[in-house]
Nanobody, 130 residues
C-alpha cells in the first residue's frame, strides 16, 4: 500500500486549498480512505472525514463539516480533500489513510485511527495565516 499526499501549502484565513491523495497497491473498492490531521504540538491525529471507495459513502467530522469536502476519482486512484473558508485552527499536518472495509467502524476509525489496521501517507503541511 502506498499513499502520497500533495497540495499542502500556506494560505490566508478564508482561503481554499485542495489536497490530493494518490493511492496504489490495493483494490480500491475494498477500502475506505480517510483524512486525518495532526495539530501543532499534538501527538495524536484527528480523523476529520472519510469516504468508502465502493459506494462513496462519506463521514464528516463536526469541526470541518460545511467547509471541507471529500471525493474520489476511482479511475485515477485518487482521493481529494477540498478545503474552503480555512481558519487558523485548521493549521496542521494532513494525512490520508486507508483501511480495509472488514471490521470498519467509522467513528472508531476517526477517533482512534485503528492502529494496526491502517496505512498512512507521509503527510502534507497546511498553514493558515491571518
Amino acid at each position: 500500500v502506498q499513499l502520497v499526499e500533495s497540495g499542502g501549502g500556506m494560505v490566508q484565513t478564508g482561503g481554499s486549498l485542495t489536497l490530493s491523495c494518490a493511492a496504489s497497491g490495493f483494490i480500491f473498492d475494498d477500502y475506505a480512505i480517510g483524512w486525518f490531521r495532526q495539530l501543532p504540538g499534538s501527538q495524536s491525529r484527528e480523523g476529520i472525514l472519510m469516504i468508502g471507495l465502493y459506494d462513496h459513502s462519506t463521514y464528516y467530522g463536526d469541526s470541518i463539516r460545511g467547509r471541507f469536502t471529500i471525493s474520489s476519482d476511482n479511475a485515477a486512484n485518487t482521493v481529494y480533500l477540498e478545503m474552503k473558508d480555512l481558519k487558523a485552527e485548521d493549521t496542521a499536518t494532513y494525512f490520508c489513510a486507508v483501511r480495509h472495509l472488514t471490521g470498519l467502524s467509522v467513528k472508531r476509525w476517526m477517533f482512534t485511527g485503528d492502529p494496526g489496521s491502517t496505512s498512512w501517507g507521509q503527510g502534507t503541511q497546511v498553514t493558515v495565516s491571518s
